[in-house]
């Protein structure tokens, strides 16, 4: 192997060492990202670059085996910090203490889920058996301490009575402390403005809840129901018709009708024409999702007279990624939710966009383990989905034998907003009755957690929807939309035949378990019952920021290189882009190339061409609801000349009839270094057309007549681009006799080696008058130190099965205890018997 060859095979195997060893940059495909496992049948394969691209994306969630266990433990040590807390909040409120028993199992009807849920199985109307899930301890104890946590907070409680101030006619309002005045006052002040404007509505309410009705129920015009003058134009008269209704799987269950004797049938109250739909959660615990889903709806109604279904499918997805992030355990707690929903700003996008999944086939109850809990719950849903309580479909690649995944919801473009939320009411606390009838009267929207009970269950309630059975066992927790509240004398004048309400009358809350529960959903509530069982009531507020979300694009241009720009097509250029989003948001910029497709991510790109050429560089900026806008410039890449260098022979007189070697290479300077063309791109010509020479990097060849020429080394490059360099030669007759002329290739002159590394040891013969090709030749090799000077004796060494002679410096007494300058002597003897020879000096050792 030549000097040169032998040093770009050892360059090239550190390239590839390198290239094994993944970069060591890469902070997608890491083993802490790793899934851990096979991708799940439900999930997606990407191709690598295109999951690198997914992980940019805002909505992106790692489902890697490290970040689900994190998440995992997270839950796990909050529910031990809440089994600490709630020890001190049952002291200061003792009613609390009934949300803290488990349900009886051994009733056939209550099972307990591996994910601390319970599954509820009763007969509802229409005599089928209906399966539902309630929360369990971590989501009760969550609900709890979050609530009180908030209901606790002097914001809370001024914005609560900045809605309810803000609810009151002006005649009320005179004598009440304004919104105003209470900013900076305490706690204890601002409950008394409460309790005082609660007081101020004693007698009062029933007429604001009759005033409701032409202030934002009755509206006149075309397309009024004639036989009952409540009904405004517009009300769809299936829940089918309602605006982006999707393909209606979160209404399973909706054979039934209304009784004849319940109280939508028989009596008006405010908000009765401006709730939507009766829902169905399925065999999910996502009854919070459903409940704030619904009062959105309710508020969209109100202020736009519009009746949109709203995706559950995504509130949930984002309950339990973000705002209460678990994938195996259901629930989450209303007031906490309700309070993310509003302050983050999140847009509540249409059912249409990603249509619920009821997950009818899902395994639930049939296995100890809570991930096998799941299985099953994308069967015949042909959306984005996985087997977790999220459902977000799980994007997966695979890279070097290594599974890696990640979900994310699909993108969405438009939506509604909801502001802030309030805790108005927490157990323990007195019941402000008047004060929840104005803000209902007035289109608040209201959720209230509660407490499922035996008497709860479908077949316990009445015919028409009331509950009557008082039966105070405790069966797992709810979330579920205040929609009204009929007292008993309004019942009574319709309905003699109804059962009286315990408190005064009752609340009507539309449920999420189908419309063959209760009276078509609702169910109708006792006041006394609900000061037992709400755990806490939650109103939003109605200055909306917006009524409806239309997302506005972003805009972006390509502020570097300047359009049309030329450069070496291997050399880095950074590309950069001015991405802005009028909604307020950060886009994500991505870049292609026509010629070379992905480029990469980023606002600031660096990145070089593989080939010369015209192409198109475009950069894409995307917001958070896969909107997106395009900016593009032509720029081309130059392919430059390369550059040939000989290195042998020298300029100058060579023997006719001898071996001459003839050495060079060529240089592509189109990258930020100059990089080594193949051997193969090399050619050589002599301008004495009867000489014969060889291609590559280096060869022998002889002159066979005498006489001055130029030798012309062509370097071309993978494009054809050509540069060459030459050199002169006169070639003389060769002498009779002589020594040979002899030169050391390996090792380089000035060289520093490692005591124990194995130095080459090569040679060539540059002339040798009177020999000639076939001769044979004796090469003794010596080493001196000092006045210490040792023949070697040479081994052999093998690189990549290519066998050269080497010897060790420590095999002759070297070390690596500071810097030993040594000659390094060769003398070789033709077969004539004279000898010609060659010395270079290295450098043995280090400096300690």
């Known amino acids: 192997m030549t000097r040169m060859g032998f040093k770009v095979f050892l360059v090239g195997l550190i390239g590839i060492l390198a290239a094994c060893s993944g970069g060591g940059g890469d902070k997608v495909f890491t083993p802490d990202n790793a899934f851990g496992g096979p991708p799940p049948p439900t999930a997606q394969l990407v191709g690598a670059e295109e999951f690198r691209r997914l992980t940019q994306d805002p909505d992106f969630r790692w489902e890697s085996q490290s970040a689900r266990q994190a998440r995992k433990k997270q839950a796990e040590d909050q529910f031990r910090a809440d089994q600490v807390s709630i020890q001190s909040l049952v002291q200061q409120r003792p009613s609390l203490a009934r949300f803290l028993q488990e349900p009886d199992l051994s009733d056939p009807g209550v099972k307990k889920l591996p994910g601390d849920n319970y599954l509820l199985t009763f007969t509802d109307r229409s005599g089928q058996a209906l399966s539902v899930i309630t929360m369990g301890q971590h989501a009760q104890l969550r609900e709890l301490l979050a609530a009180h946590e908030r209901f606790m907070r002097v914001d809370n409680q001024l914005g609560v009575y900045t809605e309810a101030y803000a609810a009151l006619p002006d005649d009320l309002k005179a004598g009440l402390p304004t919104p105003q005045s209470l900013q900076g006052k305490g706690f204890a002040e601002v409950r008394a403005a409460l309790a005082a404007l609660e007081q101020k509505l004693e007698g009062e309410v029933e007429a604001l809840e009759r005033q409701a009705v032409p202030g934002f129920v009755l509206r006149q015009g075309p397309g009024r129901a004639a036989a009952d003058p409540y009904q405004p134009p517009g009300f769809p008269a299936s829940p089918g018709a309602e605006e982006r209704a999707g393909e209606g799987g979160d209404r399973t269950g909706n054979a039934c009708g209304r009784t004849a004797g319940g109280l939508y049938t028989n009596l008006h109250w405010p908000l009765k024409y401006f709730i939507t739909s009766t829902k169905s959660q399925g065999r999910r615990g996502s009854c919070t999702g459903f409940a704030l889903a619904s009062a959105a709806e309710t508020r969209v109604a109100v202020r736009e007279g519009r009746w949109v279904n709203l995706s559950e499918q995504f509130l949930y997805h984002k309950i339990k990624t973000a705002w209460d992030a678990d994938d195996y355990d259901e629930g989450a707690p209303t007031a906490d939710v309700a309070e993310e929903f509003g302050t983050s700003g999140y847009r509540l996008p249409f059912e249409d966009l990603w249509n619920y999944n009821p997950s009818p086939g899902r395994a639930v109850g049939s296995s100890a383990d809570e991930e096998e809990d799941f299985a099953g719950s994308c069967t015949g849903y042909d959306e984005r989905c996985s087997d977790t309580t999220h459902q977000g479909q799980f994007l997966c690649t695979q890279v070097e034998g290594a599974v890696y995944c990640g979900s994310k919801p699909p993108s969405n473009g438009e939506g509604y907003k909801i502001s802030s939320s309030y805790v108005l009411w927490e157990n323990g606390d007195d019941l402000p009755l008047n004060t929840i009838r104005s803000l209902l009267a007035n289109g608040r929207p209201v959720v209230v957690a509660l407490e499922v009970t035996r008497g709860m269950r479908g077949n316990r309630l009445d015919a028409d929807g009331f509950l009557v059975d008082y039966d105070d066992e405790v069966l797992g927790g709810h979330a579920i939309h205040l929609v009204g509240y009929l007292s008993n004398s309004k019942i009574q004048a319709k309905l003699p035949g109804a059962p009286m309400g315990g408190g005064g009358g009752y609340f009507i809350l539309k449920n999420s378990w189908g419309q063959c529960y209760g009276d078509g959903g609702l169910v109708y509530i006792p006041v ?301 003897a033709d077969p004539e018997g004279l000898s010609g020879s060659d010395k270079v000096q290295i450098l043995i050792g280090f400096v300690p």
């Open 528 to 828: 006394d019952w609900a000061e037992d069982y709400f755990k806490n009531i939650t109103v939003f507020s109605l200055a909306d920021p917006a009524p409806v979300f239309t997302n506005k694009p972003p805009a972006v241009q390509i502020t570097a290189p300047a359009d049309g720009a030329s450069f070496p097509y291997a050399q880095s250029v950074t590309y950069t882009a001015a991405a802005s989003d009028p909604d307020g948001e950060t886009p994500v910029v991505t870049w292609t190339s026509s010629a070379d497709g992905e480029l990469g991510s980023g606002a600031s790109l660096t990145v070089h061409f593989s080939s010369p050429g015209p192409r198109t560089v475009t950069a894409t900026a995307r917001d958070a609801q896969g909107f997106t806008a395009s900016a593009s410039i032509k720029v081309t890449g130059v392919n430059q000349a390369p550059t040939a260098q000989i290195l042998e022979p020298p300029a100058g007189s060579v023997y006719v009839g001898s071996s001459i070697t003839f050495k060079g290479k060529g240089l592509d300077g189109d990258g930020a270094f100059p990089v080594e063309l193949p051997c193969t791109s090399l050619s050589w010509k002599s301008s004495n057309a009867g000489d014969t020479l060889g291609t590559g990097c280096q060869f022998t060849a002889t002159f066979t007549t005498t006489g001055s020429r130029t030798v012309t080394l062509t370097a071309t490059d993978a494009y054809g681009a050509k540069g060459t360099a030459t050199v002169a030669l006169n070639v003389q007759p060769l002498p009779p006799s002589g020594p040979p002329v002899v030169e050391i290739t390996e090792p380089d002159e000035d060289e520093q080696f490692d005591a124990n590394a194995n130095i080459a040891l090569l040679y060539r013969v540059v002339a040798d008058p009177g020999g000639g090709p076939g001769s044979q030749y004796t090469a003794v090799w010596k080493i001196k130190y000092l006045n210490n000077e040792q023949t070697i004796t040479p081994k052999t060494c093998t690189v990549s099965n290519f066998a050269y002679p080497c010897f060790k410096p420590s095999d002759y007494g070297f070390n690596n205890n500071g810097v030993k300058i040594t000659d390094l002597t060769l003398t070789v």
